[in-house]
């Protein structure tokens, strides 16, 4: 498909793990993403998407003094 990469692609040129890739695919934070049978494909030029800030259950926010 042009215009469009592998979520393998996409995991090696932002040095994250295919997991984190598909995952981000999955929850619908990289805008464009396909799903195809169990691959996905993502728009060229796609920018990484950055941290939403939030916290893990279970986990406590550093106070600072």
């Known amino acids: 498909m ?3 990469v ?3 692609e996409v995991a090696k040129l932002w ?9 981000l695919c999955k929850s619908e934070r990289i805008e464009g ?3 195809f049978g169990a691959s996905w494909a993502i728009p060229e030029n796609t920018a990484k ?3 939403t800030g939030k916290l893990k ?5 550093e106070m600072s003094e």
């Open 2 to 4: 042009n215009g469009y």
């Open 6 to 8: 592998r979520a393998e």
């Open 15 to 23: 040095n994250i793990s295919l997991r984190q890739v598909q995952y």
């Open 33 to 35: 993403a396909i799903k």
């Open 49 to 51: 998407p950055t941290r």
């Open 57 to 61: 259950p279970g986990r406590k926010a």
